[in-house]
């Protein structure tokens, strides 16, 4: 079992930056593969980004590429997820997740574990 934490959301005016925190309890929370999701009001949720257990692999969505920045600390169980040159359409609740595979991905059924999300607000 593996409990997620979110935090570090906020209001923030574009261009500016944020940066999140996702931290995971649990022995074995540095085995997992960790993801950042996101949903905006009235649409699905979607992924964002997603690191490989031993932080040596990331992948991110086309919208993000060159502004956000996914990172792990496994002697504290943390992910981070950087976000620079924030946009009004990055406004959503982010949520972070963990998949028991080591393997990142961009499949949400692929998670596992859930945090309670942390909401994002851009303004313009």
């Known amino acids: 079992q593996v409990h997620l934490v979110e935090s570090g959301g906020g209001l923030v005016q574009a261009g500016g930056s944020l940066r999140l925190s996702c931290a995971a309890s649990?022995?074995?929370?540095?085995?997992?593969?960790m993801g950042w999701f996101r949903q905006a009001p009235g649409k699905e949720r979607e992924f964002v980004v997603a690191?490989?257990?031993?932080?040596?692999?990331?992948t991110y969505t086309d919208s993000v590429k060159g502004r956000f920045t996914i990172s792990r600390d496994n002697a504290k169980n943390t992910v981070y997820l950087q976000m620079n040159s924030l946009k009004p359409e990055d406004t959503a609740v982010y949520y972070c997740?963990?998949?028991?595979?080591?393997?990142?991905?961009?499949?949400?059924?692929?998670?596992?574990?859930w945090g309670q999300g942390t909401r994002v607000t851009v303004s313009s």
């Open positions: 690191i490989s257990s031993g932080g040596g692999s990331t």
């Open positions: 649990g022995r074995t929370a540095g085995n997992y593969a």
């Open positions: 997740a963990a998949s028991r595979s080591a393997v990142k991905s961009y499949r949400i059924y692929e998670y596992d574990y």
